[in-house]
T-cell receptor
Framework: NAGVTQTPKFQVLKTGQSMTLQCAQD?????MYWYRQDPGMGLRLIYY???????DKGEVPNGYNVSRLNKREFSLRLESAAPSQTSVYFC?????????????FGPGTRLTVT | GESVGLHLPTLSVQEGDNSIINCAYS??????FIWYKQESGKGPQFIID?????DKRQGQRVTVLLNKTVKHLSLQIAATQPGDSAVYFC????????????FGKGTLLTVNP
């Protein structure tokens, strides 16, 4: 099992450019999540997908869109990147399991917007 | 809104000592908590969880204590090793949703040899 994988690992964008961050999990998990992590701060939820076919906004969704392509894949798109979106982005997944809510994280994508 | 917070941003200990990392939460409706470890350049890694109907839960070298009266959570690491150096986050289920975790800002644990 590769777990949760993310591509790319690093990316530099100019203001106004667009890009899609890819995430895939091979654990047959139902729920998937996108977070951003800024220096000195905890993880903030951008969007999540409780199950295949559904997506919902999290705490900081502005400037982002997501697609739950299938059960395995959940992508995050920046349509017009801004310097404020410079961050480390983490994808996570969670199995459907009663009474357990832990999420499993990917290695992250480090994005710089100049 | 309510959020999870941490008492200490940094903690430095000697190898072999026990470490205690604290977390305060303000949402009295939270019923599930998780501790994560994040090493430099990596994603958070699940350590241990606890439900609100428990006071204590033990894992391998780690113990989580929950005090609902004062809304306080702690992670104890026994015989701390250099490999334990990382940022530790507590997280809670937020807003009545079973799908979303709210994370604290983290505590940096440094283990000195």
């Amino acid at each position: 099992n590769a777990g949760v994988t993310q591509t790319p690992k690093f990316q530099v964008l100019k203001t106004g450019q667009s890009m899609t961050l890819q995430c895939a999990q091979d654990m047959n998990h139902n729920s998937m999540y996108w977070y951003r992590q800024d220096p000195g701060m905890g993880l903030r939820l951008i969007y999540y997908s409780a199950s295949e076919g559904t997506t919902d906004k999290g705490e900081v969704p502005n400037g982002y869109n997501v697609s739950r392509l299938n059960k395995r894949e959940f992508s995050l798109r920046l349509e017009s990147a801004a310097p404020s979106q410079t961050s480390v982005y983490f994808c996570a997944s969670r199995p459907y399991r009663d009474s357990r809510y832990e999420q499993y994280f990917g290695p992250g994508t480090r994005l710089t917007v100049t | 809104g309510e959020s999870v917070g941490l008492h200490l941003p940094t903690l430095s200990v000697q190898e072999g000592d026990n470490s205690i990392i604290n977390c305060a939460y303000s949402n009295s409706a939270s019923d599930y908590f998780i501790w994560y470890k994040q090493e430099s350049g990596k994603g958070p890694q699940f350590i241990i969880d606890i439900r609100s109907n428990m006071d204590k839960r033990q894992g391998q070298r780690v113990t989580v204590l929950l005090n609902k009266t004062v809304k306080h959570l702690s992670l104890q690491i026994a015989a701390t090793q250099p490999g334990d150096s990382a940022v530790y986050f507590c997280a809670e289920i937020s807003g009545g949703s079973n799908y979303k975790l709210t994370f604290g800002k983290g505590t940096l644990l440094t283990v000195n040899p």
